[in-house]
């Protein structure tokens, strides 16, 4: 049985992910307090409230939208998703532009944006918008919860839709294990996930919690490399919420002689290395556009410089996918040209941060460039993948001490500008050898979280 300490760590990483939870996940929190926590109703309810983890009952995601619930109601499927998506679109956009303000509902900007895209998510899925009507034209206030009323924990912890996808997932973590004891994860090495409190986040990364995600993809657009959709837990681990920039990959040349474009050693690229720089002045104007015509090679060592790493590729996708299960794309399953630089719509690289980022916050997962992975390409990986912080090509310690050495292909995920929308799906794997260097292709940089 869990304690009292572990239900706090369970909810200080919940609350990384969602600063609000539904009523419904409010009673599924004191269940599993009760039940795996041995915790009674009120110190559970306690704990809840001192981690400032706020029930959301107050929004009509209608409201939130702007929407009537007459004329949603009177519209056949693809009108109202059409009507709910340019509606959140519209918000979402205007939020971005606010920057960090505080609301007058004293929420952040951040806040907000979590709580349009719980709007967008339920009201577009046409059982969770009737499921949502229905509780909407309920008794507004819950009902006092006693220990009595409480359910035995038998199923999914949340037998309704949880407020995201993410909340889902971090919530999800503790039961998860339950059901993986056959692959050796213990409950204990789950709810290790730090506390508020405890994790200072780097400057602009942002903290990817740890959980389960469903890897890979089934769709019809996937191709053999992509299959089988496989279960896979990643650490909590921090990532870049941006693209390494021209600015950034400059300052680490003025420190690192070794790799400016006519220092560099030549096993280390294909004669393309930072073939528009003039010497070690990238390109007028491009200041904050992601750095391209870097090799994998040259991409580890700036990464051992910044004292990160590349992400694995099991990262880059959990971090991509934003939370979310089964879609195609970091925001949902349709493609959108105001969300991603792709197809040569803009005919070049865009600056870092131009689009929205994902429900994690990150930004440019889904084109702008291809973004190198520490893996090494295995065609057949995800058929022998282990379940925990799977890597291709040896352990990560081993990779990070040999990297010069290495010549096996290495993965690239994401897309890039000239990218059709099939490639710039969150579960296309590419390669190329690590000297490659190409003006489609950068980095990011990712770091593991240290208890």
């Given at each position: 049985m869990l304690g009292r300490e572990e239900f706090i760590t369970f909810i200080n990483t919940l609350k990384t992910v969602s600063p609000t939870i539904t009523d419904e996940q409010r009673i599924g929190l004191l269940r599993q307090a009760s039940q795996q926590y041995d915790l009674t109703v009120d110190e559970a309810t306690e704990i809840l409230k001192a981690a400032g983890l706020a029930v959301d009952e107050g929004v009509n995601y209608f409201e939130v939208l702007g929407l009537s619930i007459t004329e949603i109601q009177?519209?056949?499927?693809?009108?109202?998703a059409t009507s709910v998506e340019m509606a959140h679109k519209k918000r979402y956009s205007a939020s971005l532009r606010a920057g960090a303000r505080i609301r007058p509902d004293g929420r952040t900007e951040e806040q907000w944006r979590s709580t349009l895209n719980q709007a967008r998510d339920t009201l577009t899925d046409a059982q969770k918008r009737q499921e949502y009507l229905a509780t909407l034209l309920s008794e507004e206030n819950p009902p006092e919860i006693h220990l009595s009323d409480i359910p035995p924990l038998e199923n999914e912890f949340l037998d309704t839709e949880p407020v995201s996808e993410a909340a889902s997932a971090s919530i999800l973590s503790v039961d998860e294990s339950q059901r993986a004891e056959s692959m050796s994860v213990t409950t204990s090495e789950i709810t290790s996930a730090p506390t508020i409190s405890s994790v200072d986040v780097p400057p602009d990364m942002v903290l990817i919690p740890a959980g389960e995600f469903q890897m890979g993809s089934n769709d019809e657009e996937a191709n053999e490399s992509e299959k089988p959709v496989h279960r896979v837990y990643?650490?909590?681990?921090?990532?870049?919420?941006?693209?390494?920039?021209?600015?950034?990959?400059?300052?680490?040349?003025?420190?690192?002689?070794?790799?400016?474009?006519?220092?560099?050693h030549r096993d280390f690229h294909n004669g393309n290395y930072l073939r528009t720089?003039?010497?070690?002045?990238?390109?007028?104007?491009?200041?904050?556009?992601?750095?391209?015509?870097?090799?994998?090679?040259?991409?580890?060592?700036?990464?051992?410089?910044?004292?990160?790493?590349?992400?694995?590729e099991a990262e880059w996708e959990k971090a991509a996918r934003g939370g979310l299960t089964g879609k195609k794309y970091p925001w949902g399953d349709q493609i959108d040209t105001i969300r991603a630089n792709y197809g040569e719509n803009i005919g070049a690289t865009t600056a870092?941060?131009?689009?929205?980022?994902?429900?994690?916050?990150?930004?440019?997962?889904?084109?702008?460039?291809?973004?190198?992975?520490?893996?090494?390409?295995?065609?057949?990986?995800?058929?022998?993948?282990?379940?925990?912080?799977?890597?291709?090509?040896?352990?990560?310690?081993?990779?990070?001490?040999?990297?010069?050495?290495?010549?096996?292909?290495?993965?690239?995920?994401?897309?890039?500008w000239v990218s059709i929308p099939r490639y710039v799906r969150?579960?296309?794997?590419?390669?190329?050898?690590?000297?490659?260097?190409?003006?489609?292709?950068?980095?990011?940089?990712?770091?593991?979280?240290?208890?």
């Open positions: 009177s519209q056949n499927e693809a009108d109202i990643i650490d909590a681990f921090y990532m870049d919420k941006y693209l390494v920039t021209n600015e950034q990959y400059k300052a680490f040349l003025e420190a690192n002689p070794q790799w400016q474009k006519n220092g560099i720089w003039n010497r070690n002045n990238y390109p007028k104007g491009k200041t904050n556009h992601p750095v391209v015509n870097v090799s994998w090679y040259a991409a580890m060592a700036y990464a051992e410089w910044a004292d990160k790493r590349l992400p694995t870092v941060g131009e689009y929205p980022p994902n429900d994690y916050g990150v930004h440019d997962m889904a084109g702008n460039v291809w973004e190198w992975c520490l893996d090494e390409h295995d065609l057949d990986f995800y058929a022998q993948a282990p379940y925990r912080n799977p890597v291709a090509g040896g352990d990560i310690t081993e990779i990070l001490n040999n990297f010069t050495t290495l010549k096996t292909y290495r993965v690239l995920r994401g897309g890039s969150v579960a296309p794997r590419f390669k190329f050898t690590p000297a490659h260097s190409i003006n489609n292709v950068g980095f990011r940089c990712a770091r593991p979280v240290s208890f």
